[in-house]
């Protein structure tokens, strides 16, 4: 098969297995940039030669992080695996291992310094509904005008991530926001996509990912802090305001099933024991950590301490309820009449 050949079938492997188009691109992308690496039929690449891609190519010379390297590795072995159907022996060429950090989260005071340093309106407007409704980079730049409903002060979020779609959240000072920047940029693209570049296209995240390098550089905000770091600020400002942690779970489960993983959602806890350098040591539990744990229920209580939820079993309000009276949005009501009440399955 030739390498021409393979990039096609690579298209038609990746359509079959519905991959998204952004990953449809990356793979692509990348499987092209290792062709062209390689320059000859990827048949006659050797182990030896992917592994000295892998190492010296990607790490050493182009300095590439562990996770992207990884990426490539995936794509290698989709290139394999699938494409050619010769499967290859992956403890040759290992995946990193993942190293998980705790994330970045902005203050009170870097937002603000943020937000003024945007002098870009528009540009200002995306960063506020990421922070606002904690939407991802990709879901806030594909923003319809469909998609707003202020009514009931509420967003609807299309292909987010896994395709699924859900309903976010739409803060009045984001709508006010939104209503302003469409007067000043009158966006008219023919599928009523909201954020527009100077070519009237819908406005890509790279391009976005540009200019949040640039206002933070501005705002003198440390280079740790990426355009994602404002949706971990979203969740983490909800606890900070004492919205219950479990709650905070139950609500970011509401607006999608993958949410309640993220890591921002989590708590430190003692784990019990010393380690090398005389500390303590501690353990983060998650929402599927803390239930996988076999001291389940220790951790559980210690988690309700500090979090002054001891007696959260108790509450007489719903997590409906809680909802409406934080976010100021009626979950109750049907997304597609705005005037019948959805029922619960036990509640006949």
């Known amino acids: 098969m030739t390498n021409k050949e393979l990039l096609e079938k690579l298209k038609e492997d990746m359509e079959m297995r519905g991959f998204s188009h952004y990953t449809k ?11 062209e690496y390689f320059n000859k039929p990827m048949e006659e690449v050797s182990t030896k030669e992917l592994r000295e891609f892998l190492m010296k190519y990607l790490r050493e010379k182009k300095k590439i992080s562990e996770r992207s390297s ?3 590795n995936s794509v290698i072995r989709f290139i394999y695996d699938v494409v050619l159907d010769k499967p290859i022996n992956y403890k040759q060429i290992p995946m990193y291992k993942k190293k998980r950090k705790l994330p970045k989260i902005l203050s009170d005071e870097e937002l603000n310094i943020f937000f003024d340093a945007c002098d870009n309106y528009m540009y200002k407007t995306v960063f506020m ?7 991802r980079i990709s879901e ?5 005008k469909e998609d707003i409903d202020s009514k009931n002060m ?5 292909n987010g991530k896994g395709e699924r779609e859900r309903y976010t959240v739409l803060p009045k000072a984001s709508l006010e926001m939104l209503r302003k920047c469409y007067k000043m940029y009158k966006p008219n693209h023919p599928e009523g996509y909201m954020f527009l570049n100077y070519k009237r296209n819908p406005l890509k995240a790279e391009r976005l990912r540009v200019y949040f390098r640039r206002y933070r550089r501005k705002a003198g905000i440390s280079e740790e802090f990426i355009v994602h770091s404002l949706r971990h600020s979203f969740a983490t400002k909800l606890i900070e305001e004492g919205v219950p942690l479990v709650q905070v779970k139950e609500l970011l489960h ?3 099933q993958t949410l309640v993983y993220h890591p921002h959602i989590h708590i430190i806890v003692p784990a019990g024991g010393i380690d090398k350098v005389g500390k303590w040591r501690n353990m983060k539990i998650r929402h599927y950590g803390l239930l996988g744990n076999r001291n389940k229920k220790t951790k559980l209580a210690e988690c309700k301490r500090l ?15 809680i909802l409406k009276k934080t976010l100021g949005v009626n979950f109750n009501l049907c997304p597609i009449c705005h005037k019948g009440h959805l029922l619960s399955p036990n509640s006949g």
Not at 28 to 34: C, D, H, L, N, Q
Not at 129 to 135: A, D, H, P, R
């Open 254 to 256: 509401t607006w999608g």
């Open 129 to 135: 509904m990421i922070y606002g409704s904690g939407l």
């Open 154 to 158: 509420r967003l609807f979020v299309r």
């Open 307 to 321: 979090t002054n939820t001891a007696n959260l079993e108790k509450l007489e309000i719903s997590t409906l309820e």
């Open 25 to 35: 691109d990356d793979y692509y992308r990348k499987a092209k940039e290792t062709i």
């Open 70 to 72: 990884n990426y490539y």
């Open 140 to 144: 806030a730049v594909a923003i319809r």
